[in-house]
């Protein structure tokens, strides 16, 4: 299988806390993104990060990126109830014009 | 009101019977995806469509079929081929150029129960 891993499956922590997740893919990317799904909904675009970069902010969120090892990391800081979410990682391969996703990080914010 | 939209979000079916999910947009995308997602996974691809009447197949298009007659639409009909179908199908369009370069845009997804 082309799709990538991502650990851990579920994490639960308590508001205010950071939440980290990794993700780890097989094949050289042109870039790699984070998405959010809440249950039974669609996937939103949270964040893309470039081959050629090692670190990405967006207000709450840090993306890392290191093509050596193949992963990537989502840190959401101070985290809220309302991040109660699956997030989801996604490659986009070199050469190819469709996204690989993970399997998914099931994160829990306890109030 | 830009988007994506798929109907119906609830679908029931009984066994042995074809049915058809919808996705449309008005984003003027180029590019169309069909996904599956089973409890507890990540997407999957089933098949994606560059240009109007063109299509290609993903990762598991076996027991599905598609169409691509307009640019805007792009329905799934999953046949009774499948074998097993329950699961949560999402569509997702991506804008001229797109290349990876940038976000998927996903519909609400539709959830296909087989009885």
């Known amino acids: 299988s082309q799709q990538g891993e991502e650990d851990p499956q579920a994490l639960s922590i308590q508001e205010g806390e950071n939440a980290t997740m990794n993700c780890s893919y097989k094949?050289?990317?042109?870039?790699l993104q984070w998405y959010r799904q809440n249950s039974g909904r669609g996937l939103v675009h949270l964040i893309l990060?470039?081959?050629?970069?090692r670190e990405k902010h967006s207000g709450r969120l840090r993306v890392t990126l290191d093509t050596s090892k193949k992963s990537s990391s989502l840190l959401i800081t101070a985290s809220r109830a309302a991040d109660t979410a699956s997030y989801f990682c996604?490659?986009?391969?070199?050469?190819?014009?469709?996204?690989?996703f993970g399997q998914g990080t099931r994160l829990t914010i306890n109030p | 009101d830009g988007g994506i939209t798929q109907s119906p979000k609830y679908l029931f079916r009984k066994e042995g019977q074809n049915v058809t999910l919808s996705c449309e947009q008005n984003?003027?995308?180029?590019?169309m995806y069909w996904y599956r997602q089973d409890p507890g996974q990540g997407l999957r691809l089933i098949y994606y469509?560059?240009?109007?009447?063109?299509?290609q197949k993903g990762d598991i298009a076996e027991g599905y079929s598609v169409s691509r007659e307009k640019k805007e639409s792009f329905p799934l009909t999953v046949t009774s081929a499948q074998k097993n179908p329950t699961a949560f199908y999402l569509c997702?369009?991506?804008?001229?150029?797109?290349?990876?370069?940038?976000?998927?845009?996903f519909g609400p997804g539709t959830r296909l129960t087989v009885l």
């Open positions: 996604a490659s986009v391969i070199q050469g190819a014009q469709k996204l690989v």
């Open positions: 094949t050289s990317i042109n870039n």
């Open positions: 990060i470039r081959s050629n970069e």
């Open positions: 984003l003027n995308h180029d590019a």
């Open positions: 469509s560059q240009i109007v009447n063109d299509f």
């Open positions: 997702a369009s991506t804008p001229p150029g797109w290349a990876g370069k940038d976000t998927q845009y």
